[in-house]
Nanobody
Framework: VQLVESGGGSVQAGGSLILSCAAS????????MAWFRQAPGKEREGVVV???????RYADSVKGRFTTAKDNAQNTLFLRMNSLRPGDTAMYYC?????????????????WGRGTQVTVSS
């Protein structure tokens, strides 16, 4: 299984970015996948999970601003981030699980990408 993130960059507060996570060896449509982020000196935190049945669960800090979607044709998971804040600055990681867990706990995920950096300036 390989997960490859892309789409990170530097934006000003209030801006938007779309992150992509291209999967190989893993079927996005029927899988449980999530986005996590980790800022320097902080623990990795769950942003959103998209479960096997398509249901989603967002962290309170991003509700109403971030949206995740699966593209079955491209076998890719997307994360659209609007109204970005300096506090969103972090390395963003895509993860996938063997099971349908709908969890934002990073220890429960089996596969990880290498991450893409998002930097939001004020």
């Amino acid at each position: 299984v390989q997960l490859v993130e892309s789409g990170g960059g530097s934006v000003q507060a209030g801006g938007s970015l779309i992150l992509s996570c291209a999967a190989s060896g893993y079927t996005v449509s029927g899988g449980c996948m999530a986005w996590f982020r980790q800022a320097p000196g902080k623990e990795r935190e769950g942003v959103v999970v998209s479960d096997c049945d398509g249901s989603t669960r967002y962290a309170d800090s991003v509700k109403g601003r971030f949206t995740t979607a699966k593209d079955n044709a491209q076998n890719t998971l997307f994360l659209r981030m609007n109204s970005l804040r300096p506090g969103d600055t972090a390395m963003y990681y895509c993860a996938a699980s063997y099971y349908c867990i709908r969890s934002l706990d990073p220890v429960r995920y089996n596969y990880w990408g290498r991450g893409t950096q998002v930097t939001v300036s004020s």
